[in-house]
DNA sequence: ATTATTGCAAAAGTTTTGCATGCCG
DNA sequence: CGGCATGCAAAACTTTTGCAATAAT
């Protein structure tokens, strides 16, 4: 039976917060200093739990480790290409409905049934944008 | 100056004619077959050469090494969350540009410059969804 | 009291890198 | 020749795992 823990309890509470969207290391440092004790094995362990339970979201990067992602809303990824940085792209109920929709359509080619999706967009962040003029 | 090499060749023209999605390792066991001095290291230089060409694409999968795809026609994935199997989607035309531009649309949210997407559906492919009965 | 979770260290899995040698232009 | 690519082995990086100790039910 799964049983509380004030470490996990920490880890998705700092998760829910931030907006960026650390990986595992980042997160673990930070929470070092409320918590010294804690150790990085422990963050790997509920994050990965986290993830199975569809309590926080896994993204892959294009290099480097795995970021992790609070945001339970129905959303999609910008990745900057220049930077790294990613952020949430917030969609609309009747936007998800209808990208849900295009990928079902899509998937019936091949047969398959579709549970989930990861769209990720990938080019300029605002800021790295600016800094190239 | 980029140079010629019988390696590179053989990688690319490997991963063009295949329609899974090989991981560095598995290719390079197949290719060492025709040729029995290929390195491991190599297939990885060249693997990470191509994709920053464009030439190939690099899929990054929910758990496990990387995969490559040759198939550089406009299309998504499909990842079957039982056996793991990439498969591909191919798009028309017109739905490739309608689902541009509505990611495109999504972007503007926060002012980024698009230049790419990254597109996988995960749900079970048509034989997991056999064996299930 | 029982059992899940922790922290640590070691191991595993994947990818990258340094360097001497070989091949391309 | 001069320099990029190769093959090998070692190193780097990220994540997982075994285990004894600790904390939650």
Same mark, same amino acid.
């Given at each position: ?6 470490? @996990? *309890? ?14 595992? *290391? ?18 790997? @362990? ?5 993830? *199975? *339970? ?80």
């Amino acid at each position: 039976m799964k049983k509380y823990s004030k470490q @996990r *309890e920490l880890i998705l509470n700092s998760l829910r917060k931030r907006k960026d969207h650390p990986t595992a *290391e980042r997160l673990y440092l930070d929470l070092k200093n409320e918590m010294p004790e804690l150790g990085i094995a422990t963050v790997y @362990r509920n994050l990965s739990d986290l993830c *199975e *339970e569809g309590q926080v979201i896994r993204i892959k990067t294009s290099s480097g480790p795995d970021r992790f992602d609070g945001n339970t809303m129905p959303h999609i990824h910008f990745e900057c290409k220049k930077c790294g940085d990613i952020v949430d792209i917030v969609l609309f109920e009747n936007e998800v409905k209808q990208l849900d929709n295009d990928l079902k359509k899509f998937a019936k080619q091949i047969s398959a049934e579709v549970d989930g999706s990861d769209i990720t967009i990938t080019g300029l962040c605002k800021k790295c944008k600016k800094k190239l003029r």
